[in-house]
């Protein structure tokens, strides 16, 4: 159910019978933030979070971080540019470290090969092996994990539109935890893992379905 930042807050608060503790409501907006992190790892993998985006690498280091403003994690990359096909498709080789010292140089039947990598100060780059062209940029589609919208910041989350029981019971988790509420504690938790189980399921049988109400059937084989 869509509703604004405050109005979640407030009905928060009345699902926890904490309407009237000021203490907690003062700290409400804290306890939020760990459940949206929380949240965060627990759906990292899932189908829903999953976007596309476009980019012109301009140099053979590029920062996804300052083009695409609501990256969390590389999942995969494809490319866009027939150039680059190399007589074996439209995809890069996502590779690793180890395999980049051991082939500095990729030659005409090899695939463009470009690893994710994290800075210290927490910016995310896709490195491209050599040989990098800036005239010929590869056009790539990054394939990527999006960020769960910031609902203080923006007023509205279609997280927790679409998992309304899910967000409400990890929040309530939280403020149990920090009410030391040991009673209901458990409730919230038990709560919270079975609406994160159902959602689950939804987003593995999109992945696998498309959102079509159809079931797959067992192949018969026909003698």
């Not at 927490?122 to 994990?145: E, N, Q, W």
């Amino acid at each position: 159910m869509a509703q604004t930042y405050g109005n979640f807050k407030t009905y928060a608060l009345t699902e926890a019978w904490r309407e009237n503790d000021t203490v907690l409501a003062t700290n409400l907006d804290q306890l939020i933030l760990h459940a949206h992190a929380e949240l965060d790892k627990m759906t990292k993998d899932w189908q829903r979070r999953e976007k596309t985006a476009v980019i012109a690498p301009t140099s053979q280091d590029f920062d996804l971080t300052a083009n695409v403003s609501d990256l969390v994690a590389v999942k995969s990359v494809v490319n866009n540019q027939t150039s680059y096909y190399r007589d074996r498709g439209p995809e890069f080789s996502l590779t690793t470290l180890s395999d980049i010292y051991q082939r500095r140089t990729r030659d005409t039947n090899s695939l463009q090969a470009v690893y994710a990598t994290d800075n210290d100060d927490g910016t995310k780059y896709l490195r491209f092996v050599a040989p990098f062209s800036v005239t010929d940029p590869a056009a790539p589609t990054d394939i990527y994990t999006t960020a769960i919208p910031d609902y203080a910041g923006t007023d509205a989350s279609w997280f927790e539109d679409e998992y309304p029981d899910l967000y409400l019971s990890s929040v309530l988790k939280r403020i149990a935890l920090f009410s030391r509420d040991d009673e209901r504690l458990p409730v919230f938790t038990q709560m919270q893992a079975d609406a994160f189980n159902l959602a689950d399921l939804d987003d593995k049988h999109n992945l696998r379905f498309g959102g079509s109400p159809m079931q797959q059937r067992p192949h018969r084989v026909v003698p």
